[in-house]
């Protein structure tokens, strides 16, 4: 089974901190991806990743950046957080086909 | 734009119950079309992914079907059980080499014992 983990269920942090959100996946896919997920509003695409050290912004990269230096590993980091960054945030990972999800990191800015 | 609607928003059924979910999109130049579950603060769980070329997909009580020319796809459950209850989206990938996903906003499934 394809397996993709997220560092954090949940998350609190401060307005201003930079925040790191961590994705693991244990079946060798090139591509991940950043989605944050919001009531109203449904999934959307902050970032993805087709190869390790490449990157390509999705629909809402701003205040978002990424990092991938292995292949395994894809990073989101908040530079400054901020409280309209509150949400539910959910990675996941493909090699050609479908789309595996992690089980989401809940974070709240304060 | 690639636009991905699910009717109904929220859906209840009795136990027993067959029901029909439904995805439309604006684009039909899609190379697939994938349904999730997602329980109440969880991830997403792949449930069928339906390629362009095919018709439909059959997983036990799970059936989804793909009219790519009419920009529609149903999701059927059949014989509901509670535990069918759940949040369901559809998701599109548009054709070529783009990985990105366009996702519908999810039908919302109870159902009652």
């Known amino acids: 089974d394809v397996k993709v983990t997220q560092s954090s269920r949940y998350l609190v942090k401060r307005t201003g901190e930079k925040v790191f959100l961590e994705c693991v996946q244990d079946m060798d896919h090139e591509n991940m991806f950043w989605y944050r997920q919001d009531p109203g509003l449904g999934l959307r695409l902050i970032y993805f990743s087709y190869d390790v050290k490449m990157k390509e912004k999705g629909d809402i990269p701003e205040g978002y950046s990424v990092s991938r230096e292995k292949k395994e590993r894809f990073s989101l980091i908040l530079e400054s957080a901020s409280t309209n960054q509150t949400s539910m945030y959910l990675c996941?990972?493909?090699?050609?086909?479908?789309?595996?999800f992690g089980p989401g990191t809940r974070l709240t800015v304060t | 734009k690639q636009e991905v609607t699910q009717i109904p928003a929220a859906l209840s059924v009795p136990e027993g119950e067959n029901l029909v979910l439904n995805c439309s999109f604006t684009d039909s130049a899609i190379y697939n079309l994938q349904w999730f579950r997602q329980d109440p603060g969880k991830g997403l769980t792949s449930l069928l992914l339906i390629q362009s070329s095919q018709r439909e997909q059959t997983s036990g009580r799970l059936n989804a079907s793909l009219d790519k020319s009419s920009g529609r796809s149903t999701l059927y459950i059949a014989a509901s059980q509670p535990g069918d209850s759940a949040t369901y989206l559809c998701?599109?990938?548009?054709?070529?080499?783009?990985?990105?996903?366009?996702f519908g906003k999810g039908t919302l499934l109870t159902v009652n014992p």
């Open positions: 998701a599109v990938r548009r054709g070529g080499s783009n990985y990105k996903l366009t």
């Open positions: 996941a990972s493909s090699a050609f086909y479908e789309q595996y």
